[in-house]
Structure formats: structure tokens, C-alpha cells
């Protein structure tokens, strides 16, 4: 207690130097493909989780009723296929984040290090369960606890993954807890990722309602060669009493949401684009709630008017999901130019300093052995000393072996052999040193006292 | 330096890095980029086996489509997740270099990624459609026509993926012109292509035959003539792969002398350079062997044999993939950038003032006597960390005591603080040292606690970070004033 107080106390905000390279578009247009290719990836995510809990929901009730078997089985189905695309559409956004925001993705990413990793082996166990179970279906027919765990852990896995997200682009947002953070688990607890987390749930939830309804309607799909006594109207009715639920426990966490969010990226321009995208959504819930009154003639009725106003909806919450993003950085990456353009005018005024030190060393009138001696130092020091034994024979010993022997001694520089047992093979300097520089090597070696 | 360090002290980030890319480049290349012709060319033959009123040869078409199941069910698990995995633990390792590559090469990556969801979206309607495709002839061959196609797509993501490969590799082209062009005329991308290409479809055909052995009856008719399909395919390719890998192997020191002349000099890179061509003979000469075997002695083929050459197409990559990693040194991107993440061009500052001074994170910005070994700590994990552990794999204090005849006795200090300002120059594969005399004598001293008190280093993931005061908002802003 003593101690995080403490640190707390000497916490600061770092400003390192950003990557010294301009942004390969404008940045308008960067942060237009990450919302909407991050909109088109979550919305796989969505239906890869949504789907694989109602899956396990539905294969569960179907122990008792073998129709929700079925209906297990048909979601399964479309989960292998949502779960693909899921992991292709990720990486646009992942390399418009990483463009964008390179210094704070990646310090947050190293921050949770080891758990941001174990991303990658989780979603594949997760993957692997899921065929797994597809392709099992038939063979634990009679075995259906097992079946029923090999999903269960998938859909565990699948509910955790979110949070190792979530915590990652939460703490990227906020450079002045970097310092506090000691892992992941001290990252996750941070304000704001559980509600997020509750968010994200919930919005898997209704767009999987929609998305039930429409699979379930489509032309071309048997439906009654699959399911004996289940009817379309029924399915459809579940989806939407899916969605309009999942929707209304929405309007209880958004605002959970918001108020958590730190107040330093909070703005109108953010509770405005968020009250207009929760004011669209109202309607579309009044439609399927009266789809859900109505019978089966009129379900379809408004389907398409709820999907464009959903949308809509979610094109707001994730635009300002990003203005946030924006407003808690923007003072921040205002430091980091200033610092970048610091560093390289310190970079400018050291050049010429080391230019001119050098020349002084070069223009020197130095004799040949004290030249040689400086090529030496600069490419032998590091493994012969003038008097003892390094990694290689002492300068003394050279001088001594090749006493009168300058070809042989320049030829051992260019090419070394291997002659002592204990010492390592020597680097060749061939590709390295020119003939004046061997000559001077060798005038310092032979002369060495 | 501007990034928090993740480090694994245990395993060497580097090895992390190449244990997912290997895993990638074999499923990539065994499962998608050869296993599509393969799959493809296979269920071909199974319409041309079949007799007059039949669409195709039920029973081959069925092994057939279990063997490409068990491809698409790999690559869409593994095979994706290692893909995104190479990304994420190289943004964990060495977040600048990938930062600035994508910054330079960003619609080089778009254009990869555009590929890579058509690829994916073939892969999945070719194995999803299979069983419907049997309606009719003429659903059964668009099918094959669609297996065509992902074929070439998948050709075309690795042909894209070896470019952005090239760029990391030529001098010159970063600081001249960064366009994805330069990655093509790259003077190692066709022998590059040229060896991938056909090695791709040699490791196809032995998961292929593999998979083969493990779906078929002993001593059926099916097994025996899918296992000399499979033969042939094998000893169609093997030699194409041996010539691949013997142009690839001239073009290697050449490409490397235009980078850094030294490198060809080293040691550890010879002794692999040397090791390549008998490993390339052993690899495609077993599958020679197999494939004789295969079309001649089909019956004496059994599945554990497969299982020799599967290690064998394994070990052939990986160390292809080794060699060329060891190219790069002691650069991740040519003459631009440090495999310590520092850029060339900043070196004179860190010369002059110290790296500690500009470095982000670190717990002292200056070195004195009393905190020399802290002081250590921060220097090598700044300028050594990203190749050596502490304790682990390629260790520094291995490395150091090897060097210096391996005797396990103390290390010395002063001779240790001696090598650094020379070490790029002896041993060309390292980064020169970026500090200043100071902080040479620190590190030293850091190496030497290391050897006696077997200390580890941990990375930011556990230890969390912490600010240099030089670098903080409020002494930035105080400067400013």
C-alpha cells in the first residue's frame, strides 16, 4: 500500500520520440480505414462469440429438446466460417493502429507483454475447439457432456480474449499510467475496461440476434429438411427477442460506460455523437419490438429498416470510440513532436562536433606507427592488448613471430589461420582495411617495445 | 530506448521471433502455397479415374477432400494465428523496426493483406463447396477451376511476402526511394521465388503423401495408386527445389557483400552457409529416395517412413529461413536502423552525451560509481538485449567467457569495457555500441554481477517501466519555457 502510494506520487507522463518518419497517408484518411475496417472486424468478432454462446445455450437446452441440437449444430456451422473472417478483417485495422499510434499501441503491448502474446496461442486452441466440436457432432452423439465441455472451454477462451484486448487499447490511451502498470492483470484493472467489456458482450449478443434472423430466413436454406417441428417465424422471433434484449441492457451500460471513461478525453463532440447514435437505435427497437407482437406475416416486415438503423448506430459508437481516442491523446502527441523535433536538432549540433573531432585526429602529423596504432585501436582492441593475452596473442607476441616478416603478417590480417587450440578462429579484416592501413598496422605492430 | 522493453530472459527474443515465423513459413508453404496445386491436381485426376456416367471417382474424390480438410482446418487455425503472431511478437521484440517499415512500405502491406482476405475467401468457399460440387460435372469442374485460382493466389501472397522480405535486406534503396518496386529488383528476390516456389510444393507433396498413408487401407488399390500420384508429384519437384536451393545458395554471399561486406567473414554465418548445400542434398535426396520408393515399391512404403522427410522438409525451411534471418545483421533494416532498435544516424548523439541520458525508460540517467551496475542493467537493455539474455539462450556472459577461452573463471572488467567500443568491427554481425566510455565500464561491470550472482533480467511485461526524469512532460515543458 505504502509503496504504490509512493510510486504513485513519483509517477510522470514519459515522452519518448516518435519514429522519425512521415505517415504514409494523410492522417484523416488513416483514421477513416481503422474505424471502418475495425467496425467490419468487430462485427466478425461479434458473431464468433455471440454465436458460439448461443451455440453452447442452445446445445445445452438441447439435451432436453433434440431441436435445439439442431439449432446448435446450424449456429456452429456459421461460427468456423465468422471466426476466419474475423482474423483476416483484424489485421487492416491492426496496421492502420500501428501507423496511427505506433508509440502508444507498442507501449502498451509491451506493457502486458506476455499476455498480449498469449493471444496467439489462445484464439488457435479456441479455433482448434471449435472444429473440433464441429466435426465431432456425430461421434459424441451419445456422449454429449464431453461434446458440450470441448465448447464450453472455446466459449471460455473466446469470453477472455476480449479483456487482453480491451486492456491493451485502454492503457495505450493514457501514457501517464504507464509507470504504475507491472503486467497485465494491473493493466486490466484500470477504469473502464470491465464496463467496456460488458459492452462489447452484449453488442456480440444482439448482433447475433440479427444475424440469426436473417440466416434463418434466407431463400435458399432448407429449412424444413432440417429442422422437423421448429418454423422459420419462431427462429426469427428468437433472434430479434435476442437482439431488443441484449439492446435495451445496452442502454443500461453505455451510460456505465461514459461515465467511467477518465474525464481526459471526454468532450461534447464525443456525448454528442454518442446520444445520436443511442437516439438512432430507439427506433429500430420499437420495429422489432412490434415484429416481435406481430405474427408471422409481418416479422420480416421491418428487417431491413432495423439493419440500416443498427448500423447506423454502430457507425457512431465507433466513430466516437475514436474521437476519444483522439481527444485523451491529442495534448500528448503534441509532447511527442516537440520532442522528436528536439532530439533532432541535438542530432544536428552533435554532427559537426564529431566531424570536427575527428579531423583533428586525422589532420594530426602523426607517424606511421601512431597511425597504426589508431587503426588498431579501432579494429583489434577488442580481442589483443599490447602486453597480455586477450581472446587473442598480446601485440609482443606478434611482433615477435613475424620479426622481419611483413607479407606474412599482412597475410594473417587479411586471412588468419587457426593455430592456438584454446583461442577461437580470428575475424578476417580483408574486405576492411586497405593496403595503407595494413602498412601502418604493420609499422606499429613490428616496432612495439 | 523509446519503447518499454519486453524481454524474455529465458528463451532470447529473437527465438521467440523465429520459432512462430518457422511455424508460419512451413504451414504456409507445405499446406497453402504447394498443398493447393496439389489438392487441386489430385481431385482432377479423380474425374479422369472415373468411368463414363460417373462425375468423379467417389471413393479417391473422398480421401481427397479428408486430406484438404485437414489442410484448411490447420491453415485457418494455426496457419492464420502464426501469421498474425509473427506480427505481434516482432512489434513486441522490436516495435521501432516495425513501425518505420510500415510506415515506408504501408500499401506494400495493404496490398498483402487485400491478397491474403481474397486467399482466404477462396480457401474457404473451395473447401466449403466440395460436397455440393459433386452434383454435376460441371459444378465438379468449377470447383477444380476455383482450386486453380486459390492456387495462384496463395503463389501470389508468398511472391508479395518475400518482396516486403527483400526491402529489409538491400542497402540503399531505404534512404533512395521506398517503393515496393525495390523490393522486386531486389538482386535476391527471384532466387528467392525461385527456391520457395518449388521447395513449397516438394513439402506439399510430403504432407500430402503423409496425410495419404494415414486416410487410406494398407494394400488397397486406392492407397497404392494415390501414393504414386503422390511419388511422382514428389520427383517432379525435388530436383526443380535442388536447383532453387543451389541459385538461391550463389546469390546469398552477393546479396550480402552489396549489404555488408563483412558479414561473409564471420564465423557462426560460414559455418551455416557452408551447412546449407548438404542439408538442401539431404532433404531433397530423401524425397527422392521416397519418391522411388513410392512409384516403384509402392507396398513397402509405410506411413512412420513419411514421417522422415516430413522432419526432414522441416528442418530443410527452417534453416533457409535461419540463414537469411543472419543476412540482416547487424541491421533490421539496412544501413537505416540497429538490430538494437537504435537508428544509425543517432549514434553520434549517444557518442557524445551517453544513450542513458536520451533514453525513455530507464531507472538512471547517468553513470557513477556507486550505480554502475544498475546503471549496466539499463545500458544492456538498451544496446544488447534484443540478441542476448542475461541468463538464457546466447547469454552475454556465455558469450563473453567463451571468448575468452571459456574457462568460467571471473570475467575482467577492464578488458570487457575495452571490447565494446571495438565489438562491430571484430564481430561485424553486432551493432557498434552506442554509448559513451562510461557507460562501456557500467555495462562490463553489469556482465560481471551477472556471472557471479546469476541474476536475471526481467522485461517491462513483469517489471513495468520507469521514467528517466530528463524525459518526463514536466521537464520537457520546463525546458520550453
Not at chain 1, 448482433?207 to 430466413?217: A, C, D, E, P, Q
Not at chain 2, 474425374?47 to 481427397?64: A, F
Not at chain 2, 488397397?220 to 545458395?249: C, D, E, Q
Amino acid at each position: 500500500m505504502l509503496t504504490s502510494l509512493f510510486i504513485a506520487l513519483q509517477s510522470a507522463t514519459p515522452v519518448p520520440k516518435d519514429i522519425p518518419l512521415p505517415l504514409p497517408l494523410p492522417e484523416w484518411l488513416l483514421i477513416f480505414l481503422l474505424v471502418v475496417s475495425f467496425l467490419v472486424h468487430i462485427l466478425f468478432v461479434n458473431l464468433m462469440v455471440g454465436g458460439s454462446l448461443l451455440t453452447l445455450w442452445s446445445q445445452i437446452k438441447g439435451l432436453k429438446n433434440k431441436e435445439y441440437d439442431i439449432l446448435a449444430h446450424e449456429i456452429a456451422t456459421t461460427i468456423t466460417v465468422n471466426k476466419s473472417m474475423a482474423v483476416v478483417m483484424g489485421i487492416a485495422p491492426l496496421l492502420c493502429i500501428n501507423v496511427l499510434y505506433t508509440i502508444y499501441f507498442y507501449s502498451a503491448n509491451a506493457l502486458t507483454g506476455l499476455m498480449w502474446l498469449a493471444v496467439i496461442p489462445l484464439v488457435t486452441v479456441a479455433f482448434l475447439l471449435t472444429y473440433l466440436h464441429k466435426y465431432t457432432w456425430k461421434l459424441l452423439e451419445n456422449n454429449k457432456p464431453v461434446h458440450i465441455s470441448i465448447l464450453a472451454v472455446a466459449v471460455i477462451i473466446f469470453l477472455f480474449i476480449p479483456f487482453i484486448f480491451l486492456t491493451n487499447i485502454n492503457l495505450m490511451l493514457f501514457p501517464e499510467k504507464w509507470a504504475l502498470v507491472k503486467g497485465f492483470f494491473s493493466a486490466m484493472t484500470l477504469p473502464n475496461v470491465f464496463p467496456r467489456y460488458f459492452h462489447f458482450i452484449f453488442a456480440s449478443l444482439s448482433i447475433t440476434g440479427l444475424f440469426l434472423h436473417w440466416y434463418m430466413g434466407r431463400k435458399n436454406y432448407p429449412f424444413d429438411t432440417i429442422f422437423p417441428t421448429f418454423s422459420r417465424y419462431e427462429l426469427k422471433k428468437k433472434g430479434y427477442s435476442l437482439t431488443l434484449v441484449a439492446s435495451v441492457i445496452q442502454f443500461l451500460i453505455g451510460p456505465l460506460v461514459l461515465l467511467t471513461l477518465p474525464s481526459k478525453g471526454l468532450g461534447w463532440n464525443l456525448v454528442l455523437v454518442i446520444f445520436i447514435g443511442a437516439a438512432i437505435a430507439i427506433p429500430a427497437m420499437w420495429m422489432m419490438w412490434k415484429g416481435i407482437q406481430g405474427d408471422e406475416r409481418t416479422i420480416d416486415k421491418d428487417f431491413k429498416k432495423v439493419l440500416i438503423l443498427m448500423t447506423i448506430t454502430v457507425v457512431f459508437m465507433g466513430t466516437g470510440r475514436q474521437i476519444y481516442r483522439s481527444n485523451a491523446l491529442e495534448k500528448h502527441r503534441e509532447l511527442v513532436r516537440l520532442k522528436t523535433d528536439e532530439f533532432q536538432q541535438i542530432k544536428k549540433d552533435a554532427i559537426p562536433k564529431s566531424k570536427e573531432a575527428k579531423a583533428q585526429e586525422s589532420t594530426a602529423n602523426l607517424t606511421e606507427a601512431q597511425k597504426g596504432e589508431n587503426v588498431f585501436k579501432q579494429n583489434c582492441t577488442a580481442c589483443h592488448k599490447p602486453d597480455v593475452k586477450l581472446v587473442g596473442p598480446p601485440v609482443i607476441e606478434m611482433a615477435s613471430i613475424y620479426k622481419g616478416n611483413k607479407a606474412g603478417l599482412q597475410s594473417w590480417i587479411k586471412k588468419p589461420g587457426k593455430k592456438r587450440a584454446d583461442a577461437p578462429q580470428m575475424p578476417g579484416f580483408e574486405s576492411q582495411l586497405n593496403q595503407e592501413q595494413l602498412d601502418q598496422l604493420a609499422e606499429y605492430i613490428l616496432t612495439i617495445k | 530506448m523509446d519503447f518499454p522493453m519486453f524481454h524474455l530472459d529465458w528463451l532470447n527474443n529473437r527465438m521467440l521471433i523465429a520459432i512462430i515465423a518457422i511455424l508460419h513459413v512451413i504451414i504456409n508453404h507445405g499446406l497453402a502455397v504447394g498443398f493447393m496445386p496439389f489438392v487441386t491436381w489430385l481431385e482432377q485426376r479423380g474425374v479422369s479415374r472415373s468411368g463414363k456416367d460417373q462425375i468423379t471417382d467417389l471413393e479417391w474424390d473422398k480421401m481427397v477432400y479428408k486430406i484438404m480438410k485437414v489442410a484448411f482446418i490447420i491453415t485457418t487455425t494455426i496457419g492464420a494465428m502464426t501469421g498474425v503472431g509473427i506480427w505481434f511478437s516482432v512489434a513486441l521484440v522490436s516495435p521501432a523496426s516495425i513501425g518505420s517499415l510500415i510506415r515506408v512500405f504501408f500499401w506494400a502491406w495493404f496490398t498483402e493483406w487485400i491478397v491474403f482476405v481474397t486467399e482466404v475467401i477462396l480457401i474457404m468457399v473451395y473447401f466449403l463447396t466440395w460436397k455440393n460440387s459433386n452434383s454435376s460435372l460441371k459444378a465438379k469442374i468449377r470447383h477444380i477451376n476455383f482450386g486453380w485460382y486459390l492456387s495462384i493466389f496463395s503463389w501470389i501472397t508468398m511472391a508479395i511476402i518475400v518482396s516486403i522480405l527483400g526491402f529489409m535486406m538491400d542497402p540503399g534503396n531505404w534512404q533512395t526511394h521506398h517503393s515496393l518496386l525495390n523490393g522486386f529488383t531486389n538482386p535476391i528476390y527471384l532466387p528467392q521465388l525461385l527456391f520457395r516456389t518449388p521447395t513449397a510444393m516438394l513439402v506439399a507433396g510430403i504432407f500430402g503423401m503423409f496425410l495419404i498413408t494415414l486416410f487410406t487401407k494398407k494394400d488397397t488399390n486406392l492407397r497404392t495408386s494415390a501414393v504414386k500420384y503422390a511419388s511422382k508429384w514428389l520427383l517432379l519437384w525435388a530436383p526443380i527445389s535442388l536447383i532453387g536451393a543451389f541459385i538461391y545458395y550463389r546469390a546469398m554471399p552477393e546479396a550480402m557483400t552489396a549489404n555488408l561486406s563483412t558479414a561473409v567473414g564471420t564465423i557462426t554465418f560460414a559455418q551455416y552457409y557452408n551447412t546449407l548445400l548438404y542439408v538442401a542434398f539431404a532433404g531433397a535426396g530423401l524425397t527422392i529416395i521416397i519418391g522411388i520408393i513410392g512409384v516403384y515399391k509402392t507396398k513397402l512404403l509405410k506411413p512412420y517412413m513419411v514421417v522422415i522427410p516430413v522432419v526432414t522438409a522441416i528442418a530443410y525451411l527452417g534453416f533457409f529461413e535461419r540463414v537469411r534471418e543472419f543476412i540482416r545483421k547487424p541491421y533490421v533494416i539496412s544501413q537505416y536502423m540497429y538490430s538494437n532498435l537504435l537508428l544509425k544516424d543517432d549514434y553520434v548523439v549517444y557518442k557524445q552525451d551517453g544513450v542513458l541520458k536520451h533514453a525513455t525508460y530507464t531507472t538512471v540517467n547517468e553513470v557513477t560509481e556507486e550505480n554502475k551496475v544498475e546503471a549496466g542493467k539499463n545500458v544492456f537493455t538498451i544496446a544488447c538485449s534484443r540478441c542476448h539474455t542475461a541468463q538464457g539462450v546466447n547469454s552475454v556472459v556465455y558469450v563473453f567467457d567463451r571468448m575468452y577461452g571459456g574457462t568460467g573463471k571471473p570475467l575482467d572488467i577492464a578488458s570487457m569495457a575495452a571490447y565494446m567500443p571495438n565489438m562491430h568491427t571484430g564481430r561485424t554481425f553486432m551493432p557498434e555500441f552506442p554509448g559513451n566510455e562510461k557507460e562501456a565500464e557500467a555495462l562490463a561491470t553489469y556482465i560481471r554481477y551477472l556471472q557471479q550472482t546469476g541474476d536475471v533480467l526481467e522485461g517491462a511485461q513483469e517489471e513495468g517501466i520507469t521514467i528517466n526524469p530528463n524525459n518526463t512532460a514536466s521537464a520537457l515543458i520546463n525546458k520550453k519555457k
